[in-house]
């Protein structure tokens, strides 16, 4: 496979992934800013047929697509890049426990760790740096509304489990519906 190729592959796995990225829901009533969306799709896509490294590139370019194309203020701000830091650790849980063992029990194994590590990032992120940003320059204090505790365990948790979940399931019945063109371009 050329350089150019990969390259252009990687192009359209980033705008797909920006538009994956627009269609975006809520999963916890009374939370509506707490969204998910399926763009990682692409980058495990691009994990299947390159390496961590060309799906870390499609997270990377979506995101700033996302920056140009779809900003939205403080929202983007201060949500891409926890964005950036929870994908890429649940990204690289595949890489390092899936990849190069493509097996059911592996992939239940990275789906796990996976979820583990971007709740836990999440809860850490939202602490130490969207909860302080949040209050400072989008006047949305949430430790003043329902209390820094309360947010932290009762929303950012069982959301990003979810939400790992939900992703680690819609990959798995991507990955099995495409795995013969995967095997094929991968092949090529």
């Known amino acids: 496979m050329t350089n150019t190729r990969k390259m252009v592959m990687i192009a359209i796995l980033s705008a797909l992934s920006f538009v994956l990225m627009l269609f975006s829901f809520p999963l916890i009533p009374g939370a509506s800013f707490l969204k998910v969306d ?8 691009a ?4 390496d961590y490294k060309s799906s870390f590139g499609v997270l990377i370019l979506r995101s700033l697509l996302k920056l140009l194309l779809d900003n939205r203020g403080a929202e983007t701000y201060i949500g891409l890049p926890m964005n950036i830091v929870a994908l890429n650790l649940f990204l690289a849980s595949f890489a390092i426990l899936w990849k190069n063992k493509e097996t059911l029990a592996s992939f239940i194994k ?8 971007l709740t836990l990032s999440m809860l850490l992120l939202n ?3 969207a909860v302080p940003l949040y209050a400072t320059f989008a006047n949305f204090d949430i430790s003043a509304t329902i209390g ?11 959301f990003n489990i979810v939400e790992g979940i939900l ?7 991507a990955y099995v519906a495409c795995k013969p063109i995967l095997e094929r371009y991968r092949n090529s």
């Open 127 to 129: 602490y130490v740096y």
């Open 110 to 117: 990275a789906s796990i760790v996976g979820t583990v590590l």
């Open 148 to 158: 820094l505790g309360n947010y932290l365990i009762a929303m950012v948790t069982p």
């Open 167 to 173: 992703m680690a399931v819609i990959f798995y019945l």
């Open 38 to 45: 399926f763009s990682i799709i692409p980058m495990f896509l």
């Open 47 to 50: 994990l299947i047929m390159y």
